[in-house]
C-alpha cells in the first residue's frame, strides 16, 4: 500500500524555484572597508535573479536534459536540487539518493592518490566504505585507471580526471544522478561507453538529470527537456525533438520563439 | 542526530585521513614535529624564565609544560582550524556535506597531537618528582572542556575567516597577546585577589589554572573553576553553532 504511493509520487519536484544570487564587491573587502562602507552607506549589494519561477516534475527512469546559453541558470538549478543551495522562493523534493556532479574532476584534491581520492568522493556522495571496498575494483577498471591508482592525482591528465568522476557517480547506483557537461569527456571510446552506461542506468530506474550543449546527445538520451534563458523557463516538455529544433533556431537568429 | 553522524562516519574518517597526510607531506620527521615544537617552546620558556620565576614556584618544568600544552593546544586547534571552511570551499560548492564535519577532521588531528604531547607531559611530571594520585583522572575533565572550546572557537573564526580574510591577522596578534595573560611562565599568586578574579575571564587560563590544580597539588578543584571550565566549553560551541546554522547556506557567495 504504502510502497504503491510512494511509486506514484514524482521523484523531483520543482515547485516554482526562484533563486537569488547576491555578488558585488563585498568578496574582495576586508573589514575595515565593510565597516567604512555600512557607516556612509556606500554598502552595496547587487542581487539578480539567477532562475526566477521554474516548475516541473520528474517520475522514476525519465532523463531531463536543461537546455540554455551560457548564464541562464542552469548550473545554480542543479545546486539547488541537489541542496548546495537552497531556493529563494518556492520548493525543491527529492526522493531518492542524488549522486550530483557538478563541474567535473572538481572537488579532487590533488596530493592523493587516485585510489584515496576515490574513497573520499565515495564517502561524500554518502556511501559506506563497505560499498566502496566492494565497488572500487570496478570504478577503476572502468575508468580505464588500472596502473594509476597510487599516482597523485594532479599527475592525471584531464580526460583521466573526467574519466575517474563520471566512474565513481555512475557506479554507485543513485536514485538521482546529476550530470554537468559530464558526457562530453573523455576520447570517442569512453563516450561511447559512458553513453551505453547512462542509458542502462536510466534503465534501471534512476531519474537523471543532464546539462549538455551537445543537442545531439540531448535528442537520442532525454525523454524531457527544460529550456532555461537568463533564468526564465521557456518551456518544458515531452516533445524533445520540437523544443530541440527550436532551441538550434534560437542559437542561429537569437530570437526567442513566441508562445512555445 | 546520533544517525546523521553515523551516516558521514565514512566521510568523517576519510577526512581526517586526507588532513594528516597533507599536513606531514615531505616532512622527515612527520608527526614527530607535532610533539617536537611544543617541547623546544618548552625548553627555550625553561632556560629564560627560570632565573626570574623558577625560583618561587616550585616544580617549575611541570608548571611551565601545564601552561604550555594546553596554550599550544589551543593555538595550533584554532589557528589551523580557521582556514578549513575555506579551503574546502571547492567541495561544498560542488557537493552537499555537513560544513562543520571540515573543521572537526582538522580538530581531529590537532587533537592527537595535543595526546602524543600530554603522554610526554606526563613522562616530564614523573621525572620533575609529581606525584599521580586518584584525582589525576580528573584532568578528563578539563581535556574534554578544551576540545570542545577549540571547537568552538574554530567553528566561529572559519565562519568569519570566510567572510573576512583580517581574522587570520587580528588572530595571530590576538593569541600573541593572550599567551602573556594566560599565566603561562608566571604564577598569579602575587596580583591582588581582583586581578586574580580577572584572570578567570580567560578561558585559557581557566584550562591551564585546572591543569596545575590536579597535577601539582593532587586535589580537584572548586565548583566555581569547574563551572567556569564547562561553561566557557558550552559558550563557544553554541555561538559557533549557530553561526553555522545561520549562514550554512551563505557561505557559497563568499568564497
New interface residues.
Given amino acids: 500500500m504504502d510502497n504503491s504511493i510512494k511509486e506514484k509520487n514524482p521523484i523531483i519536484t520543482v515547485d516554482d524555484v526562484s533563486i537569488r544570487y547576491i555578488v558585488g564587491d563585498f568578496r574582495e573587502i576586508g573589514i575595515k572597508e565593510y565597516i567604512m562602507r555600512r557607516l556612509t552607506r556606500n554598502y552595496k549589494v547587487r542581487e539578480f535573479w539567477a532562475d526566477r519561477h521554474i516548475s516541473f516534475t520528474l517520475d522514476r527512469g525519465d532523463m531531463l536534459g536543461i537546455i540554455g546559453t551560457n548564464g541562464a541558470g542552469k548550473s545554480t538549478l542543479l545546486k539547488a536540487i541537489s541542496g548546495i543551495m537552497v531556493p529563494t522562493e518556492g520548493r525543491v523534493e527529492c526522493n531518492g539518493r542524488i549522486a550530483a556532479l557538478l563541474e567535473l574532476a572538481s572537488g579532487f584534491d590533488g596530493d592523493l592518490t587516485v585510489k584515496e581520492n576515490t574513497y573520499l568522493r565515495g564517502a561524500m556522495l554518502g556511501y559506506t566504505k563497505a560499498f566502496m571496498n566492494d565497488t572500487y575494483r570496478s570504478i577503476i577498471e572502468f575508468a580505464e585507471l588500472e596502473g594509476f591508482e597510487d599516482r597523485p592525482f594532479k599527475q592525471l591528465s584531464s580526460g583521466m580526471k573526467s574519466r575517474l568522476a563520471f566512474s565513481i557517480a555512475s557506479l554507485v547506483n543513485p536514485d538521482i544522478l546529476i550530470l554537468d557537461e559530464v558526457l562530453s569527456v573523455g576520447d570517442g571510446a569512453f563516450r561511447e561507453k559512458s553513453e551505453a552506461k547512462m542509458k542502462s542506468i536510466i534503465r534501471g530506474g534512476a531519474t537523471t538529470i543532464l546539462v549538455s550543449h551537445s543537442m545531439g546527445q540531448v535528442r537520442s538520451m532525454c525523454n524531457k527537456i527544460l529550456w532555461l534563458d537568463r533564468g526564465r523557463q521557456i518551456a518544458f516538455g515531452t516533445d524533445v525533438g520540437r523544443l530541440v529544433d527550436a532551441y538550434e533556431k534560437f542559437l542561429e537568429d537569437k530570437v526567442l520563439p513566441e508562445g512555445i | 542526530m546520533l544517525t546523521r553522524l553515523k551516516?558521514h562516519s565514512?566521510?568523517f574518517?576519510?577526512?581526517v585521513?586526507?588532513d594528516f597526510?597533507?599536513k606531514y607531506?615531505r616532512t622527515y620527521l612527520g608527526m614527530l614535529w607535532s610533539v617536537l615544537s611544543p617541547l623546544l617552546t618548552l625548553l627555550v620558556m625553561r632556560l629564560v624564565f627560570t632565573q626570574f620565576f623558577g625560583r618561587t614556584v616550585e616544580h617549575y618544568t611541570t608548571f611551565l609544560f601545564c601552561g604550555n600544552i594546553v596554550f599550544s593546544y589551543f593555538n595550533e586547534a584554532t589557528n589551523s582550524g580557521m582556514s578549513t571552511l575555506l579551503s574546502n570551499s571547492?567541495?561544498?560548492?560542488?557537493?552537499?556535506?555537513p560544513k562543520h564535519l571540515f573543521l572537526f577532521s582538522r580538530n581531529t588531528s590537532s587533537l592527537i597531537n595535543f595526546g602524543l604531547t600530554f603522554v610526554v607531559f606526563l613522562i616530564f611530571c614523573i621525572i620533575d618528582g609529581v606525584t599521580f594520585s586518584a584525582a589525576t583522572f580528573a584532568l578528563i575533565i578539563p581535556i574534554i572542556c578544551l576540545v570542545l572550546f577549540n571547537l568552538g572557537v574554530g567553528l566561529i573564526l572559519s565562519a568569519l575567516f570566510v567572510f573576512?580574510?583580517?581574522?587570520q591577522y587580528?588572530w595571530s596578534v590576538f593569541t600573541m597577546l593572550l599567551m602573556y595573560v594566560s599565566a603561562i611562565f608566571y604564577s598569579i599568586d602575587g596580583y591582588s585577589p581582583t586581578v586574580q578574579m580577572i584572570f578567570h575571564l580567560n578561558p585559557v587560563f581557566v584550562y591551564i589554572r585546572y591543569f596545575r590544580i590536579v597535577v601539582l597539588e593532587g586535589r580537584i578543584p572548586s565548583l566555581e573553576l569547574n563551572l567556569l571550565a564547562v561553561g566557557y566549553a558550552l559558550l563557544a560551541m553554541l555561538v559557533g553553532a549557530l553561526i553555522y546554522k545561520k549562514c550554512n547556506?551563505k557561505f557559497?557567495?563568499?568564497v
Avoid at chain 2, 164 to 167: K, L, S, T
Fill in positions: 551516516e565514512f566521510l574518517s576519510e577526512l585521513k586526507r597526510k597533507k607531506k571547492h567541495i561544498f560548492t560542488k557537493v552537499n556535506v573576512f580574510r583580517d581574522v587580528l547556506h557559497l557567495y563568499y
